[in-house]
């Protein structure tokens, strides 16, 4: 089956680093990807979408200039959060669509990335 | 706007049934997804409904009417490890996957 992969799985790094969070899609090629953030007890909230060689489509409220996302080929999306503080502390999760996404699994789930500011 | 409501909690016991809702107002429709998210994992993936009707997996199964909004996720034979939150997901009319805020399922012996 599908399958995407996300790393790292977990990070823990000083305030004001950046943080590169890698998605690849393994077996499929992902014209859509899309980043989400889950805070402790809360559900999934989209940040953004992102589709291959265009520009980010950010949800209102997420700074595009602090959460940079790249997505420069069809099996890779990229998410840095630049000069990260403790509030961005939280689970990222990255999810990818294939060109068959209309069908009965529209998105397939990396196994989410645990970022965690000193 | 769009919207999706589902229960915040729910505890049931072990062996039991429980049946999870999802009622959905969205623009357009394209199918109801129900996923399965245990704590400090990524959800995956359950189930999926297009057209009115039960659709059986399993220990799991998902309703879907689509003139009443409304879906449901029924667990049959709870196993602890069905501890977990459940969420339902609708994609609308322009293929966006709409998600609900989930249901934490908790298991009791």
């Known amino acids: 089956g599908a399958v995407v992969s996300q790393h790292p799985s977990w990070v823990i790094c000083k305030s004001g680093t950046s943080v590169k969070i890698e998605c690849r899609s393994l077996d499929f090629q992902a014209t859509t990807m899309f980043w989400y953030r889950q805070f402790p007890k809360q559900s999934l909230m989209l940040m953004a979408t992102?589709?291959?060689?265009?520009?980010?489509?950010?949800e209102q409220g997420v700074e595009k200039d602090k959460f940079l996302i790249n997505h420069a080929s069809l099996t890779l999306s990229t998410l840095t959060v630049t000069s990260a503080h403790p509030e961005d502390s939280s689970f990222y999760i990255c999810?990818?669509?294939?060109?068959?996404?209309?069908?009965?699994?529209?998105?397939?789930f990396g196994d989410g990335t645990r970022l965690s500011i000193l | 706007g769009q919207n999706i409501d589902q229960p915040t909690e729910m505890t049931a016991t072990e062996g039991a049934i429980v049946q999870i809702n999802c009622t959905y107002q969205t623009s357009g429709f394209n199918g109801l997804f129900w996923y399965q998210q245990h704590a400090g994992e990524a959800p995956t993936f359950l189930s999926y409904?297009?057209l009115d009707g039960l659709e059986e997996k399993g220990r799991f199964s998902s309703f879907l009417s689509r003139s009443k909004g409304y879906s449901y996720l029924l667990l049959k034979e709870l196993q602890m490890k069905d501890s977990a939150s459940y969420l339902c997901a609708v994609r609308d009319g322009n293929y966006q996957l709409i998600w609900g805020a989930g249901t934490k399922l908790i298991i009791k012996p």
């Open positions: 409904n297009v």
């Open positions: 992102s589709n291959e060689g265009s520009k980010a489509t950010y």
């Open positions: 999810s990818a669509r294939d060109f068959r996404g209309m069908g009965n699994q529209p998105q397939h």
